[in-house]
T-cell receptor, first 109, second 115 residues
Framework: GQNIDQPTEMTATEGAIVQINCTYQ??????LFWYQQHAGEAPTFLSYNVLDGLEEKGRFSSFLSRSKGYSYLLLKELQMKDSASYLC??????????WGAGTKLIIKP | EAQVTQNPRYLITVTGKKLTVTCSQNMNHEYMSWYRQDPGLGLRQIYYSMNVEVTDKGDVPEGYKVSRKEKRNFPLILESPSPNQTSLYFC??????????????FGPGTRLTVL
């Protein structure tokens, strides 16, 4: 079956750096997405990786290794507003999105 | 403003009473889908549509129906709701998958409670 694994919850300190990992096993691969979701709100797009390597976008970076079935989202200079759930999703060979359960990130002052 | 709208945002209903949740997008997207989100399970796709008059089942289609008569609208129909359909529902739209512009835009969500 298809599977996306990410930690359930992480805690970090304001101003620090945190890395959220995602591992996947899917039928084919057509890209990996990271979304941010604040409690009770809709997910919003953060990043898209289809080739191996690091994509940097401001304070957020996303890394992909297709051979290892692995990605991470790196958040730098953490702010209180970064407290949210972070969703990893993989598009499979049929162009269907397979979603992880999300990682709840708690930022402490 | 580019957006996906859903109505209603909140709904409490009783078992067996048919209901429809509307979804509309103004971005001329071909691809639309419905998800439900439950604690600890993440987003699960109910149905999706690649274009007008083309719909397919997602991972959890039982108990739901959809239609796609126009490009902008993709309503979700619960013919006979049951308590296990209590959930947070999201509609999403995007350009066709695999064309390099796969970002999904989500509606604000509909919180449904079935008593």
């Amino acid at each position: 079956g298809q599977n996306i694994d990410q930690p359930t919850e992480m805690t970090a300190t304001e101003g620090a750096i945190v890395q959220i990992n995602c591992t996947y096993q899917t039928s084919g691969f057509n890209g990996l997405f990271w979304y941010q979701q604040h409690a009770g709100e809709a997910p919003t797009f953060l990043s898209y990786n289809v080739l191996d390597g690091l994509e940097e976008k401001g304070r957020f970076s996303s890394f992909l290794s297709r051979s290892k079935g692995y990605s991470y989202l790196l958040l730098k200079e953490l702010q209180m507003k970064d407290s949210a759930s972070y969703l990893c999703a993989v598009m499979d060979s049929n162009y269907q999105l397979i979603w992880g359960a999300g990682t709840k990130l708690i930022i402490k002052p | 403003e580019a957006q996906v709208t859903q109505n209603p945002r909140y709904l409490i209903t009783v078992t067996g009473k048919k209901l429809t949740v509307t979804c509309s997008q103004n971005m001329n997207h071909e691809y639309m889908s419905w998800y439900r989100q439950d604690p600890g399970l993440g987003l699960r796709q109910i149905y999706y549509s690649m274009n007008v008059e083309v719909t397919d089942k997602g991972d959890v289609p039982e108990g739901y129906k959809v239609s796609r008569k126009e490009k902008r609208n993709f309503p979700l129909i619960l013919e006979s709701p049951s308590p296990n359909q209590t959930s947070l529902y999201f509609c999403a739209s995007s350009f066709p998958p695999g064309q390099g512009t796969d970002t999904q835009y989500f509606g604000p969500g509909t919180r449904l409670t079935v008593l």
